[in-house]
């Protein structure tokens, strides 16, 4: 992998509006590229913000943290409301990977109910969440938005990353 540019070379080609979490480019870097134009490209698979900066893709929540801070983040950088192209400085923070994960908002694509921490069993519904490797069972319920309800409950109790 590349290294990360020079906080120097990034803020000569883009500057950073904390307050909207935009990028705006300062310098023309090709022949469609502008000065004063809206730097980066949202993914439609991710969500993500993506900002090229010679020849190498940068996630934009990243180029915001190193930025503001002048460190390159050295763990994930989560937005803490869960919107992946809302860069915005307030929404954003360095945090441990498992931190990361516990701030999930959706049910992961194969869960075949779409609720998250829910899956049926027979006729009912059980909740359960994980926290270091261990899954804690919360009971099971007569529907799936009784036991998403007591499993956001333990999260927020059990997550210091949740933001639920």
Known sequence: MKAPPTLARVREVVEYDPRAGTFTWRVRTSIR??????????????????????????????????????????????????????????????????????????????????????FQCKKRYQAQVKLNGVVTHLGTFDTPEQAHEAYVEAKRRLHEGCTL
């Open 33 to 118: 590229i502008m000065p004063g134009a809206i730097a980066g490209t949202k993914k439609a698979d991710s969500g993500y913000v993506l900002v090229g900066i010679d020849g190498v893709q940068y996630r934009a929540h990243r180029l915001a943290w190193f930025m503001m801070t002048g460190d390159w983040p050295s763990g994930d950088v989560d937005h803490i409301n869960g919107v992946r192209h809302d860069n915005r400085w307030s929404n954003i923070r360095v945090v441990t990977s498992a931190v990361n994960g516990q701030n999930r908002r959706r049910a992961q694509r194969d869960n075949r109910l779409g609720v998250l921490g829910v």
